[in-house]
């Protein structure tokens, strides 16, 4: 059996490729476009056998308050058991190639172990549309579903989101493809999940109408500080409730 980590270091470059770095304060949101790239493992030319990179955010927080972070990548929706498909370019590359997001948030204490681990994430909190062609997370009024990660225009819940408090302090986001193990998400290569490997990343075909392996998946990283309700919004409330009573 090959040793895929002695891959981890010719990757080098590719593991840092997109990462970003900033501080997150009010007013003040982090944001990275990376890409995470198909590495062949085995045989050359053959998908089944390929890994993928991870890439690495590290971002610093400002104040402690409630933070998104928000992954952007999947372009395509499928309706009628994939008898009609719907391809966006989200990102505006023209390319169409992405792939299905895993995240996770650790502290940055200078020596990254599984212990820093914060939280991880798979999907965003919207419905994605039914097998019947239906547009669940915007409903039949049109009205957009309230549950997070659709703010920065993903269509599909393949892309990743997280709403937690956070501390002033350091932090490392890693962004691979689903399921990105904790474990290969510090190696920097995606490569034992038995899901994942040769899956991801994916393009969108116009010829073949389906998607393929492709070469590398691109993403886009929003990391922010949701603003605290202001002190004078109740009093406003209340004042506006004091007028219509008269």
């Known amino acids: 059996m090959r040793n895929p980590r002695s891959f981890a270091a010719v990757l080098g470059l590719f593991a840092c490729a ?8 009010p007013g003040s949101p982090l944001i990275v476009d990376g890409r995470v790239h198909r590495v062949d493992l085995g045989v050359q030319g053959d998908p089944s056998d ?31 058991h994939h008898r009609h498909a719907m391809v966006f370019d989200l990102n505006g590359d ?43 997370f ?12 659709h703010h920065d225009g993903s269509v ?16 490392i986001l890693k962004v691979g493809a689903f399921l990105l193990s904790v474990e290969d998400a510090i190696d920097g290569l995606n490569d034992t999940s038995p899901f994942n490997v040769g899956h991801y990343p994916v393009r969108w ?14 993403y886009r990283a929003t990391i922010r500080l949701v603003p605290a309700p202001s002190a004078f919004a109740p009093l406003a409330l209340g004042l506006a409730a004091a007028r219509r009573r008269r």
Do not use: C, K
């Open 50 to 80: 390929d890994a993928s990179t991870v890439d690495t955010i590290r971002f610093s927080v400002a104040q402690r308050g409630l933070h998104i972070i928000d992954l952007l990548s999947w372009e395509v929706v499928f309706h009628h």
């Open 94 to 136: 023209g390319l169409h190639h992405f792939f299905d997001t895993e995240i996770h948030l650790f502290r940055d204490d200078g020596d990254l172990t599984p212990d820093d681990l914060i939280q991880s994430n798979g999907d965003s909190e919207f419905p994605h549309h039914d097998e019947g062609g239906h547009d669940r």
């Open 18 to 25: 997109g990462a970003g770095a900033g501080l997150v304060g």
């Open 138 to 149: 915007r409903g039949r009024s049109g009205a957009r579903h309230l549950g997070g990660g």
């Open 156 to 171: 599909f819940e393949f892309d990743s989101f997280m709403r937690l408090q956070l501390a002033p302090g350091d932090y």
């Open 205 to 218: 075909d116009p010829m073949l109408e389906e998607l393929v392996a492709a070469e590398f998946g691109s």
